[in-house]
Each structure stands twice: as structure tokens, then as C-alpha cells.
């Protein structure tokens, strides 16, 4: 459930449904998915699904991991990226494999906690992550060429563009539990625009930190 070849099965996956960066499919073969995933599931780690993991949150199906891991690295090399919801960790590790600098913000203490211990055991160096509210970013690591969040808020955070560097990208979620669109926001000197990536459904970006 965890070899070579179930792995490759999902990268063969990712390829048909229009994932063609290999430099994407290459970071996700790296990553082992069945770690992030509670061990009752990891027969299921590899297939093309979410799942649940501890506290009400889930893992996001490799595609949509896939997806906006193209869109980060879509027009140049970013250096720095701050993802807003660590959650198992997985995408952050996906995106460890390819930028210099990933932090990570979850506002569940004990899930910052969990995926730190995995980020160590992984070694990833290049990996921050903290606990706190996504909404207030993280201004002492400002400014990002990358903002991602992996959940949803209601409403574009626009606020959180103060912490992109000039030309720099927030691809996020945005819409309600019935229905989200995946965005890609571009700031640039005098404002900012916005792309549509399509459809998608991710848990609530909530305010405040649980501890």
C-alpha cells in the first residue's frame, strides 16, 4: 500500500487529469503521502481523494495539491512561501521539495505540533510552521513571493496582500460550504488582479487559534 509502484499509480493519476510539470509530479512522488495520514487510512494514502484527519480537518486529494503546487511555481522560482492552514502538513512538504523557504500557520496547537514532528522526521530544513491565526499571516517573515492557503475563508482576505512582495501571488479558496472557487490574486504596483483555477472544496478558514 505504501511501495513504489502504488505511488507511481497516483503520479500516472495526476498526469491524465492534466498535471504536466514534472517538477510537480517529481515533488509528489518524493513525498510520502501515507505518513500524513492517520494510520488507519494509509491503505488509502495514495488514491486520489481528501481525507480526514484529527480535529475535523482533512488531507486534500493529491490533484487539488498538485494543482496549486503548479500555480506557485507556475512563472518563476519563488524563494519564499507562506501557507496558511499546515493541517496534516502534506502540502507543505510537497512545496518544501521545490522552494527555499516554506512557512506554515495552523491555528490548531496540537496539529502544528503533529506536523512538526513529521516535518523533523523527514528533514525538512527548510520548513517553519506555528500556530496561530492565518488571518494576521506572518508579518515578522514578510515580505512572501507566495501566499497559499489550504482553507477557505468566506471572503478574500485582501489584507494579507500587504505581506506579498510587489508581483508577488495569494492562491486561495474562497467561497462558502456549498460552494468555493479556486483564485489566484496578483499583486502588482498600482492594485492587483485576479485569475479564476476552477472549482474546488476545502475545510473553513477560521479566525482564532485553539490550543
Not at 70 to 76: D, Q, R
Not at 133 to 156: M, N
Amino acid at each position: 500500500m505504501t511501495s513504489e509502484r502504488t505511488r507511481q499509480r497516483m503520479i500516472d493519476r495526476l498526469r491524465v487529469r492534466g498535471i504536466g510539470d514534472e517538477r510537480v509530479l517529481m515533488a509528489m512522488a518524493q513525498v510520502p503521502r501515507h505518513l500524513f495520514v492517520d494510520e488507519a487510512l494509509a491503505h488509502r494514502a495514495y488514491e486520489d481523494d481528501s481525507l480526514p484527519i484529527k480535529f475535523g480537518q482533512t488531507i486534500s486529494q493529491p490533484f487539488v495539491v498538485a494543482r496549486m503546487t503548479e500555480e506557485v511555481i507556475k512563472h518563476n522560482h519563488p524563494v519564499k512561501v507562506l501557507e496558511l492552514g499546515t493541517g496534516s502538513g502534506y502540502q507543505a512538504a510537497v512545496l518544501a521539495q521545490l522552494i527555499d523557504q516554506v512557512f506554515s500557520i495552523e491555528r490548531i496547537d496540537k496539529l502544528t505540533r503533529i506536523a512538526r514532528r513529521r516535518f523533523i522526521k523527514l528533514g525538512y530544513r527548510n520548513l517553519r510552521c506555528k500556530t496561530g491565526d492565518g488571518f494576521d499571516g506572518w508579518p515578522s517573515e514578510a515580505l512572501f513571493d507566495i501566499i497559499i492557503c489550504t482553507a477557505a475563508p468566506e471572503q478574500v482576505p485582501y489584507k494579507l496582500l500587504e505581506q506579498l512582495e510587489i508581483g508577488g501571488k495569494m492562491i486561495l479558496p474562497v467561497g462558502d460550504k456549498k460552494q468555493q472557487k479556486l483564485i489566484a490574486i496578483v499583486k502588482e504596483k498600482n492594485g492587483y488582479h485576479e485569475e479564476l483555477l476552477g472549482e474546488v472544496f476545502f475545510v473553513p478558514l477560521l479566525e482564532g487559534v485553539v490550543r
